[in-house]
């Protein structure tokens, strides 16, 4: 059995120190340094208007939008990544043997399931 002594951690310490010191430098140049350069800077209407590619912003940002597109999308992640899992099992298929078989029917009837769950809550019906 292989016995660790603290020089061997030395590498991971040294890593979080520098991250440390960077996150904290940055935190102190930030509050200190850039207040100096923009002390005098001139605030007007077009100043300190966004700007978009010259083109007028238009309404709110804050536009709601339609659940159904989150929905679409989570659905298209959720039943993507599923389909992934397929790609190993085909190519495996022989070694898995039975036992294998077995369990991509268990997989796909949970997968069809939630398929046919969402379909009959309608989440796929655009109005």
């Known amino acids: 059995m292989q016995q660790y002594l ?5 590498p991971i310490l040294v890593q979080l120190v520098l991250a440390l010191g960077f996150v ?16 005098n800077r001139v605030h007007g ?10 083109i007028e912003p238009q309404g709110d940002a804050r536009t709601p939008i339609s659940i159904k597109y989150f929905l679409t ?8 990544v599923e389909i992934i899992f397929l790609y190993p099992w085909a190519v495996n298929f022989k070694a898995l043997g039975w036992l294998g078989f077995v369990e991509m029917l268990v ?6 399931a939630g398929f046919f769950y969402v379909i009959r ?3 796929l019906k655009w109005d």
């Open 107 to 112: 997989f796909m009837t949970l997968l069809m």
């Open 6 to 10: 603290p020089s061997d951690y030395l």
């Open 24 to 39: 904290v430098t940055t935190m102190v140049a930030t509050n200190y340094l850039i207040p100096k350069f923009f002390k």
């Open 45 to 54: 209407k077009v100043k300190d208007d966004t700007w978009e590619c010259g």
């Open 121 to 123: 809550k309608g989440v």
């Open 73 to 80: 999308a989570i659905l298209f992640v959720l039943f993507d």
